[in-house]
């Protein structure tokens, strides 16, 4: 076995390959087993590290700056998915309960650290780790649709509060431990704070927005502006003697109003998500020490249970204070508990500057890694069992109302366009490249465009060059020329009205979104383009960028039937809102037109109950009423624990012609991406498929 370490070489060019190695096979394989994959990441770092095989070393400068750009980037993150939008609706109901889940746990911890004797600067300090949470079950409350639930937004809200409070107390703490203690040096302190964090929040927000205006689309230059912002934070915490996560963590604040849910963003969570946040959960492996873990358990027994043991019943209390507050029911109250359960991203980050302080020793250290594992398991678990029930479909049925006002009011806009001739009436841009698919894609647009007594524009774009006489540009243009004379040939035939645009731009995507835009058109109808280049998987493809950048609907095509035969219509519906009603009535059109069928398909969780469907079933039945009169329609309920597979098993069972489905990017609260179910089913089903994306 020596012999073999001897052949391998020691550089960090092999360590960042072994980490890759790591990141790429563990957490898939956990998460077969229903553990989250950072739990397979810890435990990667403890078998290779020292306890191990020996093959990664926590002493290295390439694991130690790896650590610290993942630790940086994770604080980041949180900061950066934190939905502002969300706090906002319920603004004064999240800081009650960001206030009471920070200080109920905070009091809690700091008496059991000074019941151990652990002074009062490390009880404190221990307190502030069991004051912050991480919303691991973000995505359990996403998929069952209860994410507007007025429980879970106030949840999401008091993040806000607890992580930007444990992170403060974190930073007098050790700045107390790092010097001699006066009222003078905390009041320097806690000003200088003040001062930085105003610098942070209010300068990056003003200097971004900024920047994002004069920079354009110009993406790459954006995402570098991020990346700048977020370690010249950390940089300047640390010249206030803070640590560099509070500067990550405000950075995250500071920039996601800029940012938005845009691409950048996109691609800022991407290179964190899958490379440096993986590589400090790794390295936390590697700091663990398997004898002093097990003696921890054994010796410090009492310690740990304390410590666990407080958490769940401080926050449990914290989530007890909103319920007799505003009534909420146990169901509610249950969801908010175990949603502030989990202790990931702030509380482990926070340890570890603890713990290269001084300030907290290494059997707390051990205990915060069993309380991590323990609420990232039991976490979701209970939001599962309680969030299911907070289902009520007719509550999203009461917001119907005020989005058809809302759209009525973009309709008076357009008509005030109208008046001045500076827009015609509905129209539909149909990108057009392919000859192959041409034909096929104007007689969809031209579907739609009849029904709503519209035209439709097609548009041919030529990549630019830096001289405008240039061969290859003309022979471009040629080539333009004839897919529109073909295009407006087959609208003719259609008998609707065209108009035919060709565009000269650097980006197709932006290209296609300007017109779009210039033409105040209503829907852009594209063909699809599968994610198969390490380009488009990396930074995104053609589609992804016009779902990004269109103002307006975008209808993604992959027909592989005419148009005409297309007569049973498959829509899979989660949740009951304005969005939904969209879709059914994209899809109600083409039915309409070939006097065809539409189904709706409800797929749920095997838990909830019968009532929920039943009211589920009517709140849908009377909405669809408004706006599909004219086909027959079916709706649709089916207990399965997979959506992806329930979507594909009856449409091949049932034979349908077409599957309409909704375009949905979701990431966790820490930035650890989660797989969309429209790319499972588009890659499995045999079936003609149309995406259905609504702009940002």
């Not at 148009?563 to 969209?582: A, S």
Request: hydrophobic share 50%.
């Amino acid at each position: 076995m020596e012999k073999f370490y001897d052949l391998i070489p020691d550089s960090p060019l092999l360590t960042f390959t072994i980490l890759l190695l790591v990141i790429v096979t563990i957490p898939p394989l956990f998460e077969k087993i229903k553990l989250p994959g950072l739990v397979g990441l810890l435990v990667a770092g403890v078998i290779l590290g020292n306890d191990g095989f020996g093959l990664l070393d926590k002493e290295s400068e390439s694991i130690k700056l790896l650590a610290d750009i993942g630790k940086i980037y994770l604080m980041f993150v949180a900061g950066l998915e934190i939905d502002l939008a969300d706090f906002r609706k319920s603004k004064n109901r999240s800081l009650t309960f960001g206030f009471c889940t920070f200080i109920v746990p905070l009091i809690m911890g700091t008496l059991v650290g000074l019941t151990f004797n652990m002074g009062i600067n490390s009880s404190i300090l221990l307190g502030s780790l069991l004051a912050s949470h991480t919303l691991l079950g973000y995505p359990i409350v996403n998929r069952l649709g209860v994410v507007g639930n007025e429980a879970v937004v106030i949840t999401i809200g008091a993040t806000i509060f607890t992580d930007i409070g444990a992170l403060l107390v974190l930073a007098i703490c050790v700045s107390i431990h790092g010097g001699e203690f006066t009222l003078a040096t905390l009041i320097f302190q806690l000003v200088s704070l003040a001062f930085y964090s105003f610098v942070i929040l209010y300068g990056f927000d003003k200097a971004g927005k900024e920047y994002f205006r004069r920079t354009g689309d110009e993406e790459s230059n954006q995402f570098l502006f991020v990346l700048l912002a977020v370690f010249l934070a950390s940089v300047g915490a640390q010249m206030i003697n803070v640590d560099k996560i509070v500067g990550a963590f405000l950075a995250g604040l500071a920039v996601n109003d800029v940012v938005g849910k845009g691409p950048v963003k996109e691609k800022v969570e991407f290179v964190g998500s899958t490379l440096f946040i993986p590589c400090f959960f790794v390295s936390i492996g590697l700091i663990l020490n398997i004898s002093g873990f097990i003696d921890t358990l054994s010796s410090d027994f009492f310690l740990t249970i304390a410590i666990v043991g407080g958490l769940f019943l401080s926050k449990f209390i914290a989530a007890l204070i909103p319920k007799f507050l505003y009534k909420y029911n146990w169901d509610q109250c249950m969801t908010m508990w175990s949603l502030s359960l989990p202790q990931v991203a702030a509380t482990l980050a926070a340890t570890l500057v603890g713990v290269n302080a001084g300030l907290l020793s290494d059997s707390v250290f051990n205990v915060v890694i069993v309380m991590m594992l323990v609420t990232s398991v039991s976490g979701p678990i209970i939001t599962g069992k309680f969030a299911r029930n907070l289902f009520n479909p007719t509550v999203d049925v009461a917001l119907i109302e005020p989005l058809e006002i809302q759209e009525s009011s973009e309709l008076a806009k357009e008509e005030t366009f109208k008046e001045h001739n500076l827009i015609d009436s509905f129209s539909i841009v149909v990108p057009i490249a392919n000859p192959h698919t041409e034909k096929l894609l104007i007689e969809i647009g031209a579907i739609l465009a009849r029904h709503e007594k519209g035209s439709i524009i097609p548009l041919s774009i030529v990549k630019a060059h830096v001289h405008m006489d240039e061969p290859e540009l003309k022979i471009a243009l040629n080539h333009s020329h004839k897919l529109l004379t073909r295009s407006v040939k087959y609208s003719q035939d259609l008998q609707v009205s065209v108009k035919p645009i060709i565009r000269i731009d650097d980006d197709l995507a932006e290209a296609i979104s300007r017109v779009a835009k210039e033409n105040q058109a209503n829907l852009i109808v594209m063909g699809w383009s599968p994610n198969t280049t390490i380009q488009a998987r990396l930074f995104g493809n053609l589609i992804d960028n016009v779902f990004w950048a269109s103002h307006c609907p975008v209808a993604v095509i992959k027909i592989l039937d005419e148009p005409n035969d297309i007569h049973q219509i498959l829509v899979p519906v989660k949740n009951l809102d304005q969005k939904t009603l969209n879709i059914i009535r994209f899809a109600s059109i083409f039915a309409g037109n070939n006097q065809g069928s539409l189904t709706l398909l409800h797929v749920h969780d095997r838990k909830i109950n019968k009532n929920q469907i039943e009211t589920f079933k009517s709140a849908l039945s009377i909405a669809v009423e408004k706006i599909a009169t004219q086909i027959p329609i079916t709706i649709k309920t089916l207990r399965y624990p997979d959506t992806a597979q329930a979507i594909i098993h009856t449409a091949q069972k049932y034979d349908f012609d077409l599957v309409i489905l909704r375009s949905v990017r979701r990431r966790t609260a820490g930035g650890l991406a989660v797989s969309d179910v429209t790319t499972e089913v588009v890659r499995q089903l045999t079936r003609s498929v149309i995406i259905f994306g609504e702009p940002y």
